[in-house]
């Protein structure tokens, strides 16, 4: 069974100032690695995903994540943030189970 | 539009009333599930199903039932609801293939008082 850890339940940040949100997982197979993104009052949805191939993905909206094997992790980042990224982030794994496992979510707010 | 409608949005009801959560999708997936969302736990699933007539338990499945009867439709059921199943509840539905997303409803806040 595979596991997710959010290293950050909440982070502050300044309007155009960068962040990183940290998501490490466990698994001893084969993963498939998304972060999801939950506006208020609002349902989940898909920010960007890694299958295979490049370890860097990047969403259509500035974010980028990073696969590392070596150090089980998939970090979250964008170099500059808008207001309108406030949101909760959850980091997600899957491998051979089918099962989606969350991480505990990361609170963003973003400050003018 | 491709999407996963639950019912209520919103709902309140009494300890021991049986209510149940509707989920559809219209995107003949296989694979559907139902997750709750507690502050500080992130989502946990409580029943998950393969395809139709294929249930099996997640990680939080006490005081929960499902069925899965037809391809599109995935209902929760809380026979006996209880304060602690105060909750945010999603469902969300994905293909069989292990390299897809899943894509979710917009959630159903139940307060069970």
């Known amino acids: 069974a595979q596991s997710v850890t959010q290293l950050d339940s909440q982070v502050p940040v300044f309007e155009e100032a960068p962040v990183e949100l940290r998501c490490n997982y466990s698994?001893?197979?084969?993963?498939?690695l998304f972060w999801y993104v939950q506006y208020p009052n609002q349902g989940l949805q898909l920010l960007l995903k890694?299958?295979?191939?490049?370890?860097l993905v990047e969403s259509i909206n500035g974010f980028e994540a990073e696969f590392n094997k070596s150090q089980t992790s998939f970090h979250l980042r964008k170099p500059s943030v808008h207001i309108s990224d406030t949101a909760e982030y959850f980091c997600?794994?899957?491998?051979?189970?089918?099962?989606?496992?969350f991480g505990a979510g990361t609170t963003v707010t973003v400050r003018a | 539009e491709a999407q996963v409608t639950q019912n209520p949005r919103y709902l309140i009801t009494v300890t021991g009333k049986k209510l149940t959560v509707t989920c559809s999708q219209n995107?003949?997936?296989?694979?559907m599930s139902w997750y709750r969302q507690d502050p500080g736990l992130g989502l946990r699933q409580i029943y998950y199903?393969?395809?139709?007539?294929?249930?099996d338990k997640g990680d939080v499945p006490e005081g929960y039932k499902v069925s899965r009867k037809e391809k599109r439709n995935f209902p929760l059921i809380l026979e006996s609801p209880s304060p602690n199943q105060t909750s945010l509840y999603f469902c969300?539905?994905?293909?069989?293939?292990?390299?897809?997303?899943?894509?979710f409803g917009q959630g159903t806040r139940l307060t069970v008082v």
């Open positions: 969300a539905s994905r293909t069989g293939r292990l390299n897809t997303e899943a894509f």
């Open positions: 698994s001893s197979v084969s993963v498939y």
């Open positions: 890694y299958l295979s191939g490049s370890t």
């Open positions: 997600a794994v899957t491998s051979n189970d089918y099962k989606l496992s």
């Open positions: 995107m003949n997936h296989e694979y």
């Open positions: 199903s393969m395809n139709v007539e294929v249930t």
